[in-house]
């Protein structure tokens, strides 16, 4: 059983940047697929973006490509999601989720294991 701690979320200006951290506890971090995963009220959960268990494979939506960096830390049994630019679009509550993986570079989404969420909130 794998447990997931975000942090980092917060009131933020448009234009601003945020860095969320996942802990994760329990479980083999290195051998899971991660990805995040945010819902703004009213709204589905939706895919953000996701990295392969070697962080060598990474996927983005289009709606924060070349604005959001993920990546990880094996050896601290972390994961992050870098936010740049941000958009009060942006605003909603992001979920951190790791997945079994097929393979080292294989991403996988919305499946296993959540944290709790982290709110992140852009004023305009």
């Known amino acids: 059983q794998v447990q997931l701690v975000e942090s980092g979320g917060g009131l933020v200006q448009a234009g601003g940047s945020l860095r969320l951290s996942c802990a994760a506890s329990?479980?083999?971090?290195?051998?899971?697929?991660m990805a995040w995963l945010r819902q703004a009220p009213g709204k589905e959960r939706e895919f953000v973006a996701g990295?392969?268990?070697?962080?060598?494979?990474?996927f983005y939506s289009n709606s924060v490509k070349g604005r959001f960096t993920i990546s990880r830390d094996n050896a601290k049994n972390t994961g992050y999601l870098q936010m740049n630019s941000l958009k009060p679009e942006d605003t909603a509550v992001y979920y951190c989720n790791v997945n079994h993986a097929s393979g080292p570079d294989t991403i996988v989404a919305g499946g296993d294991y959540w944290g709790q969420g982290t709110q992140v909130t852009v004023s305009s």
């Open positions: 329990g479980g083999t971090f290195s051998r899971y697929a």
């Open positions: 990295i392969s268990w070697s962080g060598g494979n990474t």
